[in-house]
T-cell receptor, first 113, second 115 residues
Framework: AQTVTQSQPEMSVQEAETVTLSCTYDTSESDYYLFWYKQPPSRQMILVIRQEAYKQQNATENRFSVNFQKAAKSFSLKISDSQLGDAAMYFCAYWGYGQNFVFGPGTRLSVLP | DAGVTQSPTHLIKTRGQHVTLRCSPISGHKSVSWYQQVLGQGPQFIFQYYEKEERGRGNFPDRFSARQFPNYSSELNVNALLLGDSALYLC??????????????FGPGTRLLVL
């Protein structure tokens, strides 16, 4: 079964600085998708960014970018110019064809003013 | 446009009771997924429905069941509640047109407490 691991239960970053959240996963599939979701204290989960495994180019969405290392099964999220509104739980998730979404345990990000 | 809505927002039940949670997807979305999120953990997949048919099922006991209605809204039912069923139950909707992979839009969740 696919598993997703986030080894950093908590992280903190100074406002305007850059932070990287780690995610590793385990799969025997060659084609799949990876996601980062953000869950602010209000609880509503929001998609931050997604990456297709067949694409070598790392996905970017404004201040959010990923470092996708397929061979290492690593999928880290970089947040640049951190803002107070970035404070949330961040979940890494995996989806493969014919399979279900698998979420990691999450990383709680604090942004310090 | 309204997002995904869930009702009720909070619920308190006692062991052995049953509960029904409701979800209305975004207009035009035909797929609904249910997740259980225990405090301090990531969401765990329970069910996905598309066009009223079950498309996927997670590793949950038969006490958990769901259905989807012609208007694409969905209910999650849990029978014989256990203390361990206390969690935030999330509903997510998606277009349903890509074989299960589409951007999922989550609702605010229903917080269930079993005493």
């Amino acid at each position: 079964a696919q598993t997703v691991t986030q080894s950093q239960p908590e992280m903190s970053v100074q406002e305007a600085e850059t932070v990287t959240l780690s995610c590793t996963y385990d799969t025997s599939e060659s084609d799949y998708y990876l996601f980062w979701y953000k869950q602010p204290p209000s609880r509503q989960m929001i998609l931050v960014i997604r990456q297709e495994a067949y694409k070598q180019q790392n996905a970017t969405e404004n201040r959010f970018s990923v470092n996708f290392q397929k061979a290492a099964k690593s999928f880290s999220l970089k947040i640049s110019d951190s803002q107070l509104g970035d404070a949330a739980m961040y979940f890494c998730a995996y989806w493969g064809y014919g399979q279900n979404f698998v979420f990691g345990p999450g990383t709680r990000l604090s942004v310090l003013p | 446009d309204a997002g995904v809505t869930q009702s009720p927002t909070h619920l308190i039940k006692t062991r052995g009771q049953h509960v029904t949670l409701r979800c209305s997807p975004i207009s035009g979305h035909k797929s609904v997924s249910w997740y259980q999120q225990v405090l301090g953990q990531g969401p765990q997949f329970i069910f996905q429905y598309y066009e009223k048919e079950e498309r996927g099922r997670g590793n949950f006991p038969d006490r958990f069941s769901a259905r989807q209605f012609p208007n694409y809204s969905s209910e999650l039912n849990v029978n014989a509640l256990l203390l361990g069923d206390s969690a935030l139950y999330l509903c997510a909707s998606s277009s349903g047109t890509s074989g299960g992979l589409e951007t999922q839009y989550f609702g605010p969740g229903t917080r269930l407490l079993v005493l």
